[in-house]
């Protein structure tokens, strides 16, 4: 039944295995997040392309916040919802397939999750100009994006474009900073990330594979070898780029006064 899974695009491959893709920096951006937004029990958040769900589940745990997580993928959005359902039934948040740059909900949000997602949008300015639209005033935005800190070889690039269905970006930091530029920024810490050693990333696609099972039901060794297979491609893939990337932790406020002014200097 995995042999299917060869064919599926990036992002649907990730549904369909129920990877934890996380959001870089993984729980401790969360936990960043938490502190510097105050993120608590009277939250109500948005995860914006949420994939599997992660970073609005485990903060809601953390929290008890409450919420909603889109996504365009319906194969995302059902991982997210079984996610929930099997790991974390207690939490307040309704996963649900939706385009982040058109969403509209009856009430407004106090917190909006992006992790790294505006690098996957076809246009990330069409997703920060509709913010105001959905946050409340004083509102936050969480973000942490990649950047680029040297020049990545086009022929890196174009083999992450067959894994990913993405140009990876390539925008150094002042670059990636710009699209955030219409709030104010209450925190950031700028992180480099370590590659991880060939038992590392054994580890963890071992243990997601054997999650998948714990989840589905029993699987043939072949479809396991497949299913590995695929994942530590993309693993290698994201481990050959960290050379070349930095990622930022961000709480950014909306305020109506002051948004896309900037009247405090940036440092
Ligand atoms: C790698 S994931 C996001 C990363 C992860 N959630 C994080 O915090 O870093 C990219 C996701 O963006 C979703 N996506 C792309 N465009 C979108 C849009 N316009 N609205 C909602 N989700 C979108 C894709 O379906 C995919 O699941």
Redesign the pocket.
């Known amino acids: 039944m995995i042999k299917k899974f060869q064919d599926l695009n990036y992002?649907d491959f990730?549904?369909s295995i129920n990877q934890w893709?996380?959001?870089?920096g993984s729980y401790d951006t969360l936990s960043k997040w938490k502190v510097f937004s105050n993120l608590n029990e009277k939250s109500r958040l948005l995860?914006?392309?949420?994939?599997t769900g992660?970073?609005s589940r485990e903060l809601a745990v953390m929290t008890n916040c409450s919420g909603v997580g889109?996504?365009?993928?319906e194969k995302?959005v059902e991982a997210a919802q079984k996610n929930k359902d099997i790991y974390s039934p207690e939490i307040n948040i309704d996963y649900k397939i939706?385009?982040?740059?058109t969403y509209q909900d009856s009430k407004l949000f106090s917190h909006i999750?992006?992790?790294?997602?505006l690098g996957?949008?076809?246009d990330p300015k069409q997703?920060t100009n509709h913010i105001p639209d959905i946050l409340e005033e004083g509102g936050y935005v969480l973000a942490?994006p990649f950047y680029a800190i040297k020049e990545i070889p086009q022929s890196l690039v174009e083999k992450a474009k067959k894994i990913f269905n993405i140009t990876v970006t390539q925008e150094d930091y002042k670059e990636v900073m710009n699209i955030y530029s219409d709030f104010e920024i209450l925190f950031e810490e700028k992180s480099i990330p370590i590659p991880e050693t060939e038992d590392e990333l054994d580890h963890y696609c071992e243990s997601t594979i054997r999650k998948f099972e714990e989840e589905e039901g029993h699987l043939s060794e072949e479809d396991k070898k497949i299913a590995y297979g695929r994942l530590m491609e993309i693993k290698i893939m994201s481990n050959e780029l960290r050379p070349y990337q930095g990622y930022s932790t961000l709480v950014l406020r909306y305020r109506k006064s002051t948004y896309k002014k900037r009247c405090v200097e940036l440092f």
Do not use: H, K, Q, R
């Not at 889109?70 to 993928?73: A, L, M």
């Open positions: 992002t990730v549904g893709n996380v959001l870089p995860e914006i392309a949420c994939t992660f970073s889109i996504d365009i993928s995302s939706a385009d982040g740059c999750v992006l992790g790294s997602g996957f949008f076809d997703m942490s």
